[in-house]
């Protein structure tokens, strides 16, 4: 049984991992890989588009492509690169189904301020705001 961890980097990222023996947490994947995408505006199988330094995606697969894939994280940046959207979907037989989403905004000093979380489907999103006393980095 084979039980080597396999890392694939590219321009001093990583791109993929292979798991020895699948992912316990997704039973049905027989190969399992975790695959992360540093291109904006790629293709599902993230080809194409312009090399980035932000994460765009990390998705669960069973190939090296990350597409199709059983879970995925996408991620969309704010000015200054902070994080404004995070996504997180499912595909079954071909069909996405985006299950949550987190909208970020920071403030000035570039912390967190305002967060809110929901599908943005049902328009029953709730929202949080944060507002914590902390020192910006000097």
Do not use: H
Not at 49 to 60: I, P, T, Y
Not at 89 to 102: A, C, D, L, Q
Not at 122 to 131: C, I, L, Q, W, Y
């Amino acid at each position: 049984m084979k039980q080597t961890w396999n890392y694939t980097y590219s321009q001093g990222k990583l791109t993929s991992i292979q798991y020895p023996q699948g992912d316990a947490s997704v039973p049905s994947l027989v190969q399992s890989y975790e695959v992360f995408c540093w291109r904006e505006d790629a293709d599902s199988s993230c080809r194409g588009g312009k090399a980035s330094d932000r994460l765009q995606w990390r998705a669960k697969a069973d190939n090296q492509l990350g597409y199709p894939y059983s879970e995925r994280i996408s991620y969309s940046y704010g000015p200054g690169g902070t994080p404004s959207l995070v996504k997180y979907s499912t595909m079954e037989r071909g069909i996405e189904t985006v299950w949550k989403s987190r909208k970020l905004e920071g403030n000035g000093a570039r912390l967190p301020a305002f967060e809110s979380l929901g599908t943005g489907v049902s328009g029953n999103d709730s929202a949080r705001m944060t507002v914590t006393p902390r020192r910006a980095p000097s």
